[in-house]
Nanobody, 113 residues
Framework: QVQLVESGGGLVQAWGSLRLSCAAS????????MGWYRQAPGKQRELVAA???????NYADAVKGRFTISSDNANNMLYLEMNNLNPEEAGLYYC???????WGQGTQVTVSS
């Protein structure tokens, strides 16, 4: 069973930056379309960014140019660099793979205005 542990969340001022990390218990490069998802209170979990085994990436339109997903396959780590955060992007950020229903416990991101 795959275990994912997110870290790096916290409180940041609007237009600030955060880097989220996800440690996986398995060889992360074997899981296609690993990604970062955000869930705000009362809303559904939505895709923020994902990467494929082939190296391509996919971003939600609202974060293109500001967020960057990357991985360290040697250490089974997935990262999300977030710049110019706005208050609407606060929420619980999950590392996971939706189709396989694999999720971490999430890390909270709070953006103050």
């Amino acid at each position: 069973q795959v275990q994912l542990v997110e870290s790096g969340g916290g409180l940041v001022q609007a237009w600030g930056s955060l880097r989220l990390s996800c440690a996986a218990s398995t060889i992360i490069s074997r899981i296609n379309a690993m990604g970062w998802y955000r869930q705000a209170p009362g809303k559904q979990r939505e895709l923020v960014a994902a990467s494929t085994r082939g190296g391509s990436t996919n971003y939600a339109d609202a974060v293109k140019g500001r967020f960057t997903i990357s991985s360290d396959n040697a250490n089974n780590m997935l990262y999300l660099e977030m710049n110019n955060l706005n208050p609407e992007e606060a929420g619980l950020y999950y590392c996971g793979q939706r189709a396989l229903d694999i999720w971490g416990q999430g890390t909270q991101v709070t953006v103050s205005s």
